[in-house]
């Protein structure tokens, strides 16, 4: 190096970030976000009729769960340290309106009740969708001729709206008074808020929170969860009620929505192909932000795992990292169990 360029870089070498790389103590002193068991709400599919786990093939490690399970698993979660579970319910029965989601004795009621008196000290969140219970697999009632709502104006196979609020209203109250300490809707229906508030209230459970899914892409890393929730549409598919991925402004208005209706926490979903999304969210509201990483971001991760091609706990836990990062502050994950071991082991 000539005596000129030696002095040209010298300047900028006054500043060497590297000198806080240098040793682990160094690194952990400046590091910026921190997992901790108190992140994650572990998501938890509960199964009718069934008698024994079942594996769910694209989604390794997890289970559909009989109730006879339930508080074993629920158990070994509150273990942890992870205050939170997210339940899916697998019903016996579909029909047209989803009417196991409303029921006394639904597989989610069910399961809330034993939930609540085995596990007291988990808080309890029920995720509040029609989709698992229909026979069509849309997320409430859908227009067809020959029934009550029927809506000349509005194609077959369109999904009715009002109808729809008044059955989430119902389906709140039933799992409220089961024992859900937060209800999760996740339809994308507009007013979902507002009707399920209104329906809490009147029912007696002012205290139940609402944990919107504000801003729900429809996005193909879903596919795995409809496997293991029976819950693909049998025809046409989600994008006239979730969000198109191409979109930004719409989802802050969707979310600017759900404040005004009173949602108590807000959900961003899928979570590591919206980091922007949730970026934005943070940065213009102060409720409590979730984000979901979803059944396609773990299957992925497992998959190239699998071929020896990302090594498991590091995909995992950076992607969680980038999650908390880009502004959640609690993360749906069927990686919560692992990550908790992981992160205690390491
Ligand atoms: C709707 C619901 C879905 C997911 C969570 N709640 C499915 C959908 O919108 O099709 C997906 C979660 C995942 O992929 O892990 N009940």
């Given at each position: 190096m000539t005596a000129t360029l030696e002095r040209e870089?010298?300047?900028?070498?006054?500043?060497?970030?590297?000198?806080?790389?240098?040793?682990?103590?160094?690194?952990?002193l400046v590091r910026e976000?921190?997992?901790?068991?108190?992140?994650?709400?572990?998501?938890?599919?509960?199964?009718?009729?069934?008698?024994?786990?079942?594996?769910?093939?694209?989604?390794?490690?997890?289970?559909?769960?009989?109730?006879?399970?339930?508080?074993?698993?629920?158990?070994?979660?509150?273990?942890?340290?992870?205050?939170?579970?997210?339940?899916?319910?697998?019903?016996?029965?579909?029909?047209?309106?989803g009417s196991d989601n409303f029921s006394e004795d639904g597989i989610i009621p069910r399961a809330l009740r034993l939930l609540k008196a085995a596990v007291p000290e988990l808080a309890l969140i029920s995720d509040m969708c029609f989709c698992e219970y229909t026979d069509h697999g849309h997320c409430g009632i859908v227009n067809s001729a020959g029934s009550p709502h029927f809506d000349a104006a509005l194609p077959p196979g369109y999904l009715l709206n009002d109808p729809t609020l008044d059955l989430l209203g119902r389906a709140s109250l039933i799992h409220a008074r089961a024992g859900a300490d937060v209800i999760a809707p996740s339809g994308m229906i507009d007013g979902m808020v507002a009707?399920?508030?209104?329906?809490?209230?009147?029912?007696?459970?002012?205290?139940?929170?609402?944990?919107?899914?504000?801003a729900k892409y429809a996005s193909a890393f879903y596919g795995p969860f409809r496997d293991a929730a029976h819950s693909a549409p049998s025809f046409g598919d989600r994008a006239q009620y979730q969000l198109d991925p191409a979109n930004t402004r719409e989802a802050l208005k969707e979310i600017a929505l759900d404040v005004e209706q009173g949602a108590d926490a807000l959900l961003i979903k899928p979570a590591l192909p919206c980091l922007d999304i949730l970026q934005a969210a943070r940065a213009r509201y102060d409720l409590p932000l979730a984000a979901y990483q979803v059944s396609g971001e773990y299957a992925m991760i497992h998959a190239a795992a699998r071929q020896g091609w990302l090594d498991l706990p590091g995909a995992a836990l950076e992607s969680l990292t980038a999650i908390k990062r880009a502004g959640a502050d609690m993360m749906v994950s069927y990686f919560a169990k692992d990550a908790v071991r992981w992160l205690a082991a390491g």
């Open positions: 870089i010298g300047q900028h070498l006054r500043q060497r970030p590297r000198r806080l790389r240098r040793s682990p103590a160094l690194r952990k976000t921190a997992l901790r068991p108190a992140d994650f709400i572990c998501p938890l599919f509960v199964r009718d009729g069934i008698d024994a786990p079942l594996p769910i093939a694209s989604m390794p490690g997890q289970f559909q769960l009989p109730l006879a399970s339930l508080a074993a698993e629920a158990r070994a979660i509150a273990e942890l340290g992870i205050p939170a579970l997210m339940l899916f319910g697998i019903p016996a029965h579909k029909d047209g309106c009707a399920i508030r209104s329906a809490l209230d009147a029912g007696g459970a002012q205290q139940t929170a609402i944990l919107s899914y504000a």
